[in-house]
């Protein structure tokens, strides 16, 4: 079974839009993280939040919010006055603590395109 | 923050030909490292857990004898892909565990290997 589901492959947008990347994770343990990371064309992972378990307040950043719901299981992530610069595929990812020794669990990606 | 360096960045090699990565955790020790192969257009698949001083864990799925890992050091973990074939070809990245505590260890990743099998 999919640990971490990403529901949507591709989505475009139009510069200065708002766009909401879905995550909806599966676990049974108590204890985990959740991780958001951007992958340019260039390959490299770029971190860009982590949370745990235990902390459910959403958190800002700039231009990017995060909507942690333990109720649901999501873990969603807005770009918000989204820009060029951008576009990348965008890869949830699941780290559970008791099981796996926290090996990284990856969502399939949503590559997000900005239109300019 | 910490980081972590693969080499090569890039290989192109010919098949039946063995190709070694490297992956170095440059300013901090760790024990546990992690080898993930992402295909084209593709997520991120564990291929196996590699600790230091012991043999790596593989993934189901994933053949030991063909990709072999050696964790010699607490900063040098490699991935040898032995007698590489056009099917091999893949981005690599590996990624490293700061610490072994038993609360959360930070992991931080390698910047990747594009191998290309010809």
């Known amino acids: 079974a999919q640990k971490v589901t990403q529901a949507q492959t591709e989505i475009s947008v139009v510069e200065k839009e708002d766009v909401t990347l879905d995550c909806v994770y599966e676990t049974r343990d108590t204890t985990y993280y959740l991780f958001w990371y951007k992958q340019p064309p260039s390959g490299e992972l770029v971190f860009l939040i982590r949370r745990n378990s235990f902390d459910e307040q959403n958190e800002i950043s700039g231009r990017y919010s995060w909507n942690f719901q333990k109720s649901t299981s999501s873990f969603n992530f807005t770009i918000t006055a989204s820009q060029v610069v951008d576009s990348a595929v965008y890869f949830c990812?699941?780290?559970?603590?008791?099981?796996?020794?926290?090996?990284?669990?990856f969502g399939t990606g949503t590559s997000l395109t900005v239109i300019p | 923050g910490a980081v972590v360096s693969q080499h090569p960045s890039w290989v192109i090699c010919k098949s039946g030909t063995s190709v070694k990565i490297e992956c170095r955790s440059l300013d901090f020790q760790a024990t546990t490292m992690f080898w993930y192969r992402q295909f084209p257009k593709q997520s991120l698949m564990l291929m196996a857990t590699?600790?230091?001083?012991?043999?790596?864990?593989?993934e189901q799925g994933v053949e030991k004898d063909k990709f072999l890992i050696n964790h010699a050091s607490l900063t040098l973990s490699t991935l040898t892909v032995t007698s590489a074939h056009p099917e091999d070809s893949s981005f690599y990245i590996c990624?490293?565990?700061?610490?072994?505590?038993?609360?959360?260890?930070?992991?931080?990743f390698g910047p990747g290997t594009r191998l290309t099998v010809l």
């Open positions: 590699s600790n230091e001083g012991s043999k790596a864990t593989y």
């Open positions: 990812a699941l780290s559970e603590h008791a099981v796996s020794g926290n090996q990284f669990y």
């Open positions: 990624s490293a565990k700061k610490g072994a505590g038993r609360g959360y260890n930070e992991q931080f």
